[in-house]
């Protein structure tokens, strides 16, 4: 739950205008995105959107994991959403190993931290969900 955390907190410094692991807007974009028309960063709205999501996700993991109750939410919706959230890390983690989906980002810093780091900490993240929602059955 904390390394999801981390990650929503990441995206929320960006939505502020951080711009780490680049120096400026296109080094950023080279790093964090791979390529955008006219070389712009996501918009803040998009960086708070994720960072919310990847907090919710972090409700969702610890309600699954016995951590924390959502009284008023019915069970099967809470099961939804969890597995749900696993299907995307697992498909943006996949997502990174396919060519036809990263052909945009060839020869950008981004296209080879996302196999080195970004994919990869993707699939650990929905391995993760899948060992919690097997155990919480």
Known sequence: ???????????AYWGLGGRWPGTD???FVEHV???????????????FGVSAALVMATS????KAGLV??????LLAI?????GAACVFALRGIAGYIP?????ARDTAFHRLNRLYYSPLCLVI????????????
Not at 33 to 47: E, N, S, Y
């Open 100 to 104: 036809a989906a990263m052909a945009y």
């Open 69 to 74: 109750s959502i009284a008023p939410v019915p």
């Open 79 to 83: 099961d939804v959403a969890f597995w």
């Open 60 to 63: 969702l993991v610890a309600t």
């Open 1 to 11: 739950m904390s390394l999801l955390i981390l990650i929503a907190l990441i995206h």
């Open 33 to 47: 995105v791979g390529r955008t028309k006219d070389m712009q960063p996501p918009p803040p709205l998009a960086c």
């Open 126 to 137: 929905a391995v993760g969900f899948v060992q919690i929602g097997l155990a919480a059955n």
């Open 25 to 27: 807007d296109t080094s």
